[in-house]
């Protein structure tokens, strides 16, 4: 639905060009505020990221016949994974082209609980 205009984005963050401790004290967060704020769908972006160094030397630096790209990219997924957010993010995938493809996630938020008058 995001990809045929849908739903609208509500927010982004792009953490592009941070080190992985500050990407993911950022992303989490963003992701705190943005579903007290009562938002459902943002958008990470995450770069594509550089080709992991000396790959042609390394079979483990090779995903797929192509070299691993980013750090961000790769760790991103897992993030939104743990436990800390787990409660917050009901899905991700990748975003399409015009928002950045491969190096961008659209997050669902989980819809937060009011409290009871």
Known sequence: ?????????????????????EAHAALYRYLITSAAKGRRWVLVITGK????????EKDEHWSFGE?????????VPIWLSEPELRGLVVSFTQASAEHGGSGALYVHLRRQSRPAD
């Open 1 to 21: 639905k995001l990809r045929r205009g849908h739903i609208e984005i509500e927010a982004r963050i792009d953490l592009h060009g941070m080190r992985q401790s």
């Open 49 to 56: 990221g550089a080709p992991a160094p000396r790959a042609a």
């Open 67 to 75: 070299p691993q790209r980013g750090i961000l990219r790769r760790n």
